[in-house]
């Protein structure tokens, strides 16, 4: 097959010609699969291969060569650019679901009623706790009712109900872990 020049395939793109971008697809197929390999990748293959098809056509409809760089140096730039932003999220995310699941276990450690623990939990962070202290962490942790609720039943404002939680799994934290 005849290689094309990329100046020619691109503005007959950037012109609306179809055939050339599957040209260009073809002439390019290759230096995606390798950039997707070097960036370790190769487990999500068939989706970033047709993100980068998707990237491949948007940067030749942006080309510019007035700037003095090729085409080729273009893509590569677009491409790396996209995998870094691609796998900064996937870290975000990663990242993101690992604190919630840490602080859902955290915060639902033998505080279910149907826990055999649950009773024994209950009675020791009573000894340990104040009576308006353990009144407010049960309503919010162990039943969880909402501040306003909690403001409500106790007749008190929002910052003792928020000093009275703090203290409390303060008190707790320190309880256990000693």
């Known amino acids: 097959m005849r290689r094309h020049n990329d100046y020619e395939i691109i503005d007959r793109i950037q012109e609306g ?3 050339a971008l599957a040209l260009l697809l073809e002439q390019y197929r290759h230096f995606i699969a390798k950039k997707i ?3 370790n990748l190769a487990y999500d293959f068939d989706n970033l291969f047709q993100e980068c098809l998707i990237l491949l056509h948007k940067s030749a409809l942006r080309f510019d060569a007035s ?12 491409i790396e650019r ?9 870290k975000r995310r990663k990242e ?3 604190y919630y699941l840490n602080d859902i276990a955290e915060r639902n450690h033998c505080l279910r009623e149907t826990s055999v623990y649950y009773p024994l939990h209950v009675s020791e962070i009573q000894k340990e706790l104040t009576p308006f202290e353990f009144r407010v962490y049960t309503l919010r942790e162990l039943k ?11 007749g008190v404002d929002v910052k003792s109900v928020y000093n009275a939680l703090h203290r409390a799994k303060a008190k707790i934290k320190a309880y256990f872990s000693d």
């Open 17 to 19: 010609d179809e055939d």
């Open 37 to 39: 390999h070097k960036f």
């Open 67 to 78: 700037f003095n760089k090729t085409f080729t140096r273009f893509l590569e730039m677009n």
């Open 82 to 90: 996209y995998f870094i932003s691609h796998i900064a999220t996937l």
């Open 96 to 98: 993101t679901t690992l």
């Open 144 to 154: 969880n009712h909402g501040i306003d609720s909690i403001v409500e039943k106790e």
